[in-house]
């Protein structure tokens, strides 16, 4: 039937490149190595746990191929060697995490870098209270701006404090972005069901989820554009936005305006629905955690009225038909019936769905979509000679970002497609052992970012989801 696809069409379209790319892929000119250990030495790592010391050494013991070992000993401890500055003050927590190679704390990559520790908290107290002084600081941060994606580790200012928005010497950078907010609520959230401890759910939290609560609002437009504008003097478009700073122009619909992507580049369409469907699942988190622990029914409800009218909206607006694959997600909208079909390979992403509670990786809109995405289709997804996967207009056409391969085999079903994501994620680090930010799809040399946490934990996060659900994939 014209404009949908068999199940059969479908792995064809996303499978049959992929095996022919996985089993043949090339390895980098001048890659052999002795797999020595690239961690800090134990005296200059900034934190350790022993609770991750032990998985390290159960999961490796696991891996056949000493190589993807190698790999997992270097990534999976990244963030907490090299990017976390832990301390106590006045008797609480507090971690400011870095990105890597950038010294500020993005809110989205510091949930991402710690995101994989939460399951051995519960074994290790000192591990407990990182992660408990990580969502302080977030806190503490979307309380200064919820505007803002990074801040800096006090009132430092930084190299854009003469963008054209309202700067503070606290932040690092006022890019308004729909995730930033949704990532400090799913730490919270990820903390207290592994750990049970709901003692951050203190007074300065509870008005900071108000806070996040009242900028989706103001940023569905519905009464006009809210307080935010934002421009910069630069050569490149995406570091900036049109119309004075508000963007491009959207018709209200019930979603939330997004200037900026994930991947810190401006949105065309600012109604992004990744971002907008990853605000309906925190949502529905805030308004467990208020009808539970704090108490508060009134406002569980608002956070539940509100995730539920995004949701519609979502559905009503970012969905439509696309040539050759039926009804999928669109990745951006304006309200208007212009709709982008596209994905980027930061997260959240069309293709990391799935990963981010929104629906099951067997939803048939998922799936349609997905298969977009992973395709030649989506003019972000490169295919070359050491792989293939997304990008994004951040670093440039032909660039492959690990971030994606790594999100694809998250949420593949495939053992085939899992292993052949395996062996490109092998075949692109250039012989370091970490991920980087990307890679050119001909020339794994050519990557951008050698020191970036959240590839980096990401990566490990997948071989212990492996460890757990698929094991005989790390035994082969």
Not at 207 to 216: E, H, P, Q, S, Y
Not at 333 to 361: E, K
Request: charged content about 25%.
């Amino acid at each position: 039937m014209e404009g949908r696809m068999t199940r059969r069409e479908m792995l064809k379209r996303t499978g049959a490149a992929l095996a022919a790319v996985g089993m043949g892929v090339e390895r980098a000119p001048g890659a052999a190595f002795d797999f020595k250990s690239q961690r800090p030495p134990l005296d200059k790592r900034a934190f350790t746990s022993e609770a991750i010391e032990a998985e390290i050494a159960r999961v490796k013991r696991a891996i056949a191929d000493e190589e993807l070992a190698w790999m997992f000993e270097n990534c999976f401890p990244n963030t907490l060697d090299t990017t976390v500055r832990f301390r106590m003050q006045d008797g609480r927590p507090d971690t400011f995490v870095i990105t890597g190679d950038i010294p500020a704390m993005w809110l989205r990559d510091s949930t991402a870098q710690v995101w994989p520790y939460l399951p051995f908290a519960k074994d290790d107290p000192r591990l407990k209270l990182l992660l408990a002084g990580v969502i302080r600081r977030q806190t503490r941060c979307v309380l200064i701006d919820p505007y803002a994606n990074a801040f800096n580790d006090g009132p430092t200012g930084g190299p854009w404090q003469k963008d054209l928005t309202e700067m503070k010497p606290e932040l690092h950078e006022r890019k308004w972005e729909v995730d930033s907010l949704c990532y400090v609520v799913r730490l919270a959230y990820g903390y207290w069901r592994q750990t049970g401890d709901a003692s951050l759910f203190d007074a300065d939290w509870q008005r900071a989820m108000r806070l996040i609560v009242r900028t989706f609002r103001e940023q569905q437009r519905l009464h006009g554009p809210g307080p935010y504008r934002f421009q910069r003097v630069t050569s490149r478009a995406a570091d900036t936005l049109p119309l004075d700073g508000l963007g491009n122009p959207t018709r209200p619909c019930g979603l939330i305006h997004s200037a900026f992507r994930p991947s810190d580049d401006a949105c065309i369409y600012p109604l992004l629905i990744p971002s907008n469907l990853f605000a309906v699942v925190v949502l529905r988190q805030l308004s467990e955690i208020f009808s539970l622990e704090t108490k508060d029914a009134a406002f569980a409800r608002e956070c539940a009225a509100l995730a539920s009218e995004v949701d519609e909206a979502a559905r009503k607006f970012g969905i439509a038909r696309h040539l050759g694959y039926g009804a999928i997600w669109a990745y951006e909208v304006d309200g208007f019936g212009n709709r982008l079909f596209m994905d980027d390979a930061n997260v959240p992403s069309l293709l990391a769905l799935p990963y981010l509670g929104y629906c099951a990786r067997e939803d048939a809109i998922y799936q349609r979509t997905r298969a977009f995405v992973l395709s030649e289709d989506n003019p972000y997804f490169f295919r070359g000679a050491f792989g293939e996967g997304i990008g994004g207009p951040h670093v440039g056409l032909n660039m492959i970002w690990p971030l994606s391969i790594i999100m694809r085999a998250m949420t593949s079903a495939d053992d085939g497609e899992i292993k052949a994501c395996l062996r490109m994620l092998k075949a692109t680090h250039a012989g370091t052992g970490f991920m980087h930010e990307a890679f050119h799809k001909d020339d794994p040399k050519r990557f951008t970012r050698a020191w970036f946490a959240w590839a980096n934990t990401l990566f490990g996060e997948l071989i212990l989801k492996l460890f757990a659900e698929r094991p005989q994939l790390l035994r082969a």
